[in-house]
C-alpha cells in the first residue's frame, strides 16, 4: 500500500469546473455553508423541500439513545408516493421514468404514469397475499423494471424489501430469506446474462425445498414469478402466482397510507468481516432524504432534460439508492440495462450511451478499467457527446483509469464525481460537489454538506493534514443504518465499539488527508475485500471451502488485481483422508466452481493454491497479510511472530 500512497500523494493535477457547468449546477458552494450553520435545520429544509410529508415532523434528530439515532421521527410519509404518484399528480405523467433495455436488445420505455400505475396494482396483490407492513419481502430478480416496481409497491404497503441480487446462489438467498423471515419471494422465470438466460426460479426452488428436520420454520407462502427468461420453471400450485396474471387484473385503483418516517424500508445483507452476512437495516424519511439530495446536488440532476445512467444492480445499495430511489425521487429520466456490458459486442454500454442520449453517468471503476484494458477505440466507435457529467463508486479509482474516463469517455469536458459512501450510509458521504469543487483524480476529496468525518489513529485522536488514519464519520447522518436486523449487538460492535468514547462511526477504511485536508481513500483495513466494488468477506468463502469435502483448512485473500481492484485468493488445506481416496488433480478447479456454487459466481476465487501448512500466530490466527504477499508475488514480510517461522517458504515454494 505504501508504494500506492506515495503515488497518489504526487498526484497534483486539478480540475475545476467550466464556468457554464459551475452557472447551471443544482448543487452550489451555499450549501456548505447553511449546512456548517445549522446542520440539522439543513437537514431538515432538505426533507420538507425535496420530499412530499402526509404528516409533518416537528423532531429532527434524535441522538438520545446512541448509537441508535432516528430521523423527522413524527413525520409520516409514503416512499413510493413520493418517487411516483406525485410526479404524475405535478403533471409529469407522460415523463419516461425508465428507458429500459434488455440485453437481447428488446426496450420498454416505462413512463411515470405507467410505473406508478403498475405499482398501484401490484400493492393491491401484495394487500390480497396478506403481506402489510413490517412484513419482509424477498426480492430476486433481474434488472428488469419489475425489480423497480417490486421495491416501490413493497414500499408502498410499509412492508419491508430484502433485494437480494441474481448472482447469489440458493443457499445464499436461502440464507437471506430466512434471516429476515421473508413471507414472500418476488423472482422471475430468468434473465438475459452473457447472451443467454440464466434461470432464478430453480435457485428460489431449491432455496424453499422442503426443510422438514432442518430445524427452520419454512415463512415464505408465495412466489410470486415474473415472465422474462421464457425458460421452463417447475411450478408449486398453492405457492407459486404469474405476475402477468394477477398484476394486471388487479385494481389499479390504491391509496398510499402514510407512514412514520422511521418505518423500516428495507434490509440488504452485505458481507462483515464474519461468514454471516449482515442484514443492514434502512428507514424511510432520512434515507429518502439523503437519497434525494445526494442523487441531485452530487449527480447534478435536472429532471426536465437529463438522461442519467447508473449501471449498478439493484441487488446492492447503489441500485437501491441511485437507480430505485433518489432518481425517482427526483423524478429523473433514467435507462436501465439488463445485461453485461459486453454483450453481444464489447461497446455496448457506449451504443446505449449514444442511443438514449445519456447525459450522466454513474459507474464502478472496474468497469473503467477493463474499458482501458480494451482500447479507447471501442468507445470511441460512438457519439458520447451528450455526457456532461461521469460518476464513480465502489473502490478506490486510480488517477490513470480517473484520466482516462475523464479523456476518453467524458472528453476533457465532464465532471468526475469520486463518491464514498457504504451499504451502511445508505447514500453518498464524501464527494465533490461537480459545480464547486476542483477535482483531484483519485481522491473523493470532501464530504457532503450535512456530513461530518475525519481520519484518526487507532486511540480515536485526529491525525491532521498530511496523515493517514482510520475514517470515521463523527455525527449522526439521515440515511445512516439504523441496526443489523435482528442483531442489535452484531451493529454496536461493529461500527461503535472501536471509538465508543468519541462516539464516532467505524467504517473500516483506510483513509488519508492531503495537505488541503481531502480525502484519499485507501482500501478496507479488516477483513472485507473488495472486488469489483463488491463487498465480499473472507470468513464466508473460507467457510464455504471448508464445507468442501476436501478442505481441512482455508485462508482467503484480497489480492490486488489490475481490473477488478482485488482478487479472491485461497489457499487451502486438504483432509489427509481425501488425499488417500483421490486424486488431486484437477482440486484447485473443483474448488473454485465449487465457492461459485456455494455463494455466487463473483465469489468464486481467482487462484485457489493447495498447500500443507497455513501461517500461524502462537495463538492460532491466521497472518492474512504474509499470504496476502505470496498472492501478490511480493517477497514475505516479517514472519517473527508466526508459530513456526519456516512455514512461509513452504507455502512460497508450494505456491510457485
Ligand atoms: O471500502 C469502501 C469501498 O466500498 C465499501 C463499501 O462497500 P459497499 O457497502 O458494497 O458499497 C459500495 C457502494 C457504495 C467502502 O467501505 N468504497 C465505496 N466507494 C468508494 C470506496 N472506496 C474508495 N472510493 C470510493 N469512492
Redesign the pocket.
Known amino acids: 500500500m505504501s508504494s500506492q500512497i506515495d503515488h497518489l500523494l504526487n498526484e497534483d493535477r486539478r480540475f475545476a469546473p467550466s464556468e457554464d457547468f459551475a452557472a447551471a449546477a443544482v448543487g452550489t458552494a451555499d450549501l456548505y455553508h447553511q449546512a456548517a450553520t445549522d446542520r440539522e435545520g439543513f437537514w431538515a429544509d432538505r426533507a420538507r423541500e425535496l420530499l412530499h410529508w402526509q404528516t409533518p415532523f416537528t423532531k429532527v434528530l434524535d441522538w438520545s439513545n446512541p448509537p441508535f439515532a432516528t430521523w423527522f421521527e413524527d413525520g409520516e410519509l409514503n416512499v413510493a408516493y413520493n418517487c411516483l404518484d406525485r410526479h404524475v399528480e405535478a403533471g409529469n405523467g407522460d415523463r419516461v421514468a425508465l428507458f429500459w433495455e434488455g440485453e437481447p436488445g428488446d426496450e420498454r420505455r416505462v413512463t411515470y404514469a405507467e410505473l406508478t400505475d403498475e405499482v398501484k396494482r401490484l400493492a393491491n396483490v401484495l394487500t390480497e397475499l396478506g403481506i402489510g407492513r413490517g412484513d419482509r419481502v424477498a426480492v430476486y430478480l433481474p434488472m428488469i423494471p419489475e425489480a423497480v416496481a417490486a421495491m416501490l409497491a413493497v414500499a408502498r404497503v410499509g412492508a419491508v424489501h430484502s433485494v437480494v441480487f441474481g448472482g447469489f446462489s440458493a443457499d445464499s438467498l436461502r440464507a437471506r430469506i430466512d434471516d429476515a423471515g421473508a413471507k414472500l419471494v418476488i423472482t422471475a422465470d430468468g434473465g438475459y446474462r452473457k447472451g443467454r438466460v440464466s434461470a432464478l426460479k430453480p435457485a428460489v426452488d431449491l432455496a424453499l425445498a422442503d426443510r422438514n428436520g432442518s430445524g427452520v420454520q419454512e415463512t415464505v407462502e408465495h412466489v410470486l414469478v415474473v415472465r422474462r427468461g421464457g425458460n421452463d420453471v417447475d411450478w408449486t400450485p398453492g405457492r407459486d402466482l404469474w405476475w402477468h396474471e394477477v398484476v394486471p387484473a388487479a385494481s389499479a385503483e390504491h391509496e398510499a397510507e402514510a407512514f412514520p418516517a422511521e418505518n423500516p424500508l428495507f434490509i440488504l445483507y452485505?458481507s462483515g468481516t464474519t461468514g454471516k452476512p449482515k442484514g443492514i437495516l434502512h428507514t424511510s424519511g432520512g434515507y429518502l432524504t439523503q437519497a434525494a439530495f445526494t442523487n441531485r446536488v452530487v449527480h447534478d440532476i435536472h429532471p426536465e432534460s437529463d438522461v442519467y445512467w447508473c449501471t449498478?444492480d439493484v441487488g446492492?445499495?447503489?441500485g437501491h439508492t441511485y437507480v430505485t430511489y433518489g432518481p425517482l425521487a427526483n423524478g429523473a429520466t433514467q435507462v436501465m440495462y439488463e445485461g453485461t456490458p459486453d454483450t453481444p459486442h464489447p461497446g455496448r454500454w457506449w451504443e446505449l450511451v449514444e442511443k438514449y442520449g445519456v447525459t450522466i453517468l454513474y459507474t464502478a471503476p472496474t468497469a473503467i478499467r477493463s474499458f482501458m484494458k480494451i482500447g479507447r477505440q471501442v468507445a470511441q466507435q460512438f457519439d458520447l457527446s451528450s455526457l456532461r457529467l461521469l460518476g464513480?463508486?465502489?473502490?478506490?479509482?486510480n488517477p490513470e483509469a480517473w484520466m482516462w474516463y475523464r479523456s476518453v469517455i467524458g472528453g476533457d469536458r465532464a465532471p468526475i464525481i469520486?463518491?464514498?459512501?457504504?451499504?451502511?450510509?445508505g447514500a453518498m458521504m464524501?464527494?465533490a460537489l461537480p459545480g464547486v469543487t476542483e477535482t483531484k483524480p483519485g481522491s473523493?476529496q470532501v464530504p457532503l454538506p450535512g456530513i461530518t468525518v475525519d481520519v484518526v489513529d487507532d486511540a480515536g485522536q485526529e491525525v491532521g493534514n498530511g496523515n493517514g488514519g482510520l475514517l470515521v464519520i463523527t455525527e449522526p447522518w439521515p440515511a445512516m443504518l439504523r441496526g443489523i436486523w435482528g442483531d442489535p449487538d452484531r451493529f454496536v460492535e461493529t461500527y461503535w465499539d472501536k471509538f465508543a468514547e468519541q462516539g464516532f462511526y467505524f467504517?473500516?477504511?483506510g483513509a488519508r488527508l492531503d495537505d488541503d485536508g481531502d480525502v484519499w481513500?485507501l482500501?478496507?483495513v479488516d477483513d472485507?475485500m473488495?472486488v469489483s466494488?463488491?463487498?465480499l468477506s473472507t470468513a464466508e468463502i473460507e467457510s464455504a471451502l471448508v464445507g468442501n469435502e476436501a478442505v481441512a483448512e482455508a485462508a482467503v485473500v484480497g489480492a490486488s488485481d489490475e481490473t477488478t481492484g482485488q482478487a479472491v485468493v485461497a489457499f487451502v488445506i486438504i483432509k489427509e483422508s481425501y488425499l488417500k481416496a483421490h486424486s488431486p488433480e484437477g482440486l484447485a478447479q473443483t474448488l473454485r466452481a465449487w465457492v461459485g456454487e456455494q455463494i455466487g459466481p463473483i465469489a468464486r476465487p481467482r487462484d485457489v493454491y493447495i498447500v500443507g501448512e497455513l501461517p500461524k500466530t502462537r495463538s492460532g490466527k491466521i497472518m492474512r497479510r504474509l499470504l496476502r504477499d505470496v498472492a501478490e508475488g511480493r517477497e514475505v514480510g516479517d514472519t517473527t511472530t508466526l508459530a513456526d517461522t519456516a512455514v512461509m517458504s513452504v507455502i512460497s515454494a508450494q505456491v510457485k
Not at 392 to 397: A, C, H, K, R, T
Not at 418 to 425: H, L, S
Open positions: 452485505t449498478a446492492w445499495i447503489t464513480s463508486v465502489g473502490e478506490p479509482i469520486d463518491t464514498w459512501w457504504q451499504t451502511e450510509t464524501i464527494s473523493a467504517a473500516g477504511d481513500l482500501g478496507r472485507v473488495n466494488g463488491h463487498r
